[in-house]
Every structure is written in C-alpha cells, then in structure tokens.
C-alpha cells in the first residue's frame, strides 16, 4: 500500500467523482482507476459502487475514509511544518510548473525581489500532491470548454512556426509549407510537444524532430542556422524574431493552446496569504508577456 493511493482514494472519496478528481489530481483518469483497484485487492473490500453515472462510498468505504483523511491532513500538516521550520518559519509557496517556464520562473523572480520573507518550492511532476499555485496547457477541446476545478484565470494564444527567414515567405503560412522540414524542439515541454503532435496529425502528418534542447535560446539560435525549423507559442516563450528568424502564424485552424493558472488553498493563513499574493502577481506577469 502507497501513501500515493491514500492520498487518491481521500480526494476521490472527496468528490464521489473519477473523471474531477483525475483532474484535480492531474493524472490520467485510468491511472486514477487502477490505483485504486489495487487498493481495493489489497484490502479486500470494495470502497467505491456504481450508481448510474457516478460513484459513490460503500459501508466500507466510509468507515475507510474516517479512518485515512485525519491521517492524511496530519501527514500534510507535519510536512507543511517541517518545511516552515526549515525556511526560518517563513511561509513556502509550492508552485507547479507544467507549461510556461521561464514566465513563471521570472514570475518567481520577480515576487521575490519585493518579498525575500517568502520561500518557494517548485514541483514539475503532475501527479505532486499540495500544489498551491501551478500554470499548465490545457488540452485540445472540440466545442466550448468547461472551466477546470481550482482554474483563475486563463490565457490563449497562437502556436506558430520560428522558421528561418526566407525569400517569399511571409504573413500566414499553411502547415503544409513545412511538412518535409525538419523540426527542433523545446526539450521538457511534454504537454506543448504533445497538443503540437496532436495538432499536426490533425492536418495529416507527424513532425520529424531532428533535435532538441532545454534551452529556447538554443533553439532559436539553431533555426537561424537553417537546421530547422520549431512551434513557437505567441507569448509565452517570449520572442523569437531575429535578423535570421521569423515567426509565421499558421493559416490552419486550431494552432492555439490555453494555459491555465490553478489555485488549491494552503493549510495555515500565513502561507495561505502568501500564495494569494504570488497568484495576483503571476496573473500579472502573464498579462504583461501578453501585452
């Protein structure tokens, strides 16, 4: 038995509900399924019934649940403690940064240079649990989108294609323009390398990605060198065009993505004052990259 699969079933105890827990959680709703199949065996009861369209407690369940969240919160309590002590009492604000890096790692940057009295702990794993503040990509949707849970604020923009400057080229660009091209990626942004997959398989083809980098400025740098060409999102990543490169909007519809800026509350007011103050300037910092 895992301290992952409590911490699962007392969310999903929670909202009596796969589909918001998964993501609340941000895990895949099957992953969240099986966790807590496993547990079930483990324990050899079942904690969850169907009742048409949702889930609900079973008898055992119940008495599960009793018994595991008051364990579970003095768990995060002691660990929210241990921390403060360890920071000089300071207040920790844990930031999840899933998309956007380098904004939200200014943003950090920013807030601290006018507040030193706040630490912070920064989480890139999804499936991290006690995120406080956390930016990420929503997926594709098809029609009209339903706000998340936690969600604050949001912030779409277009995906387009750095490509070297070229004689002829210019304005909007079909996505078939650059379907032999060989692409460079920004290593380590798995959910915009997976919409930007998504999005081209879309439109028939898959991009050849020749190299990557965990550096944007490498990667400018090697399309200006004519080695490729990359997805570049309008604002988020800050600006690409050069004297070598230029960035193309995409004619084909679809090539945006949304981040969203998610807010779970804190254990204690202190820090729970501190992460509100985070939050606003982040919005701000974003509003501004956008502007």
């Keep these: 038995m895992e301290l992952t699969q ?162 002829g080229m210019e304005g909007p660009v079909a996505l078939s323009a650059f379907e032999q091209e060989r692409f460079i990626s920004l290593a380590g942004s798995r959910s915009f390398r997976s919409l930007c997959d998504s999005l081209c398989a879309g439109q028939g083809f898959f991009p050849r990605v020749v190299f990557d980098s965990d550096s944007p400025a490498l990667v400018r740098k090697m399309i200006g060198l004519g080695l490729g060409v990359g997805f570049w999102p309008e604002f988020s990543w800050g600006p690409v065009a050069s004297s070598d490169v230029r960035w193309h909007p995409l004619e084909d519809p679809g090539f945006e993505r949304t981040l969203i800026v998610e807010r779970a509350p804190a254990r204690d007011d202190q820090t729970e004052a501190a992460c509100e103050r985070f939050c606003t300037h982040l919005i701000s910092h974003i509003q501004s990259a956008w502007r």
């Excluded at 966790?35 to 949702?54: A, C, P, T, Y």
């Design 6 to 167: 409590l911490r699962y079933f007392t969310e999903v105890a929670r909202t009596q509900h796969m589909t918001k827990s998964a993501k609340r959680l941000h895990v895949a709703q099957p992953a969240l399924s099986q966790s807590i199949h496993r547990l079930e065996d483990e324990l050899g009861v079942r904690l969850f019934e169907r009742q048409g369209r949702n889930i609900c407690l079973t008898e055992e369940g119940k008495r599960f649940q009793a018994r595991v969240s008051p364990l579970i919160a003095s768990l995060d309590d002691a660990v929210e403690e241990t921390r403060r002590e360890a920071s000089d009492q300071l207040p920790v604000v844990r930031v999840g940064i899933f998309s956007a890096s380098s904004l939200v790692v200014d943003a950090i940057a920013s807030f601290m240079a006018e507040e030193p009295e706040v630490a912070f702990e920064v989480v890139q794993h999804e499936g991290e649990a006690n995120v406080h503040v956390s930016v990420r990509t929503l997926p594709p949707s098809k029609g009209r989108r339903r706000v998340a849970a936690g969600e604050v604020a949001s912030f779409s923009e277009a995906i387009g294609v750095a490509a070297p400057k070229r004689a």
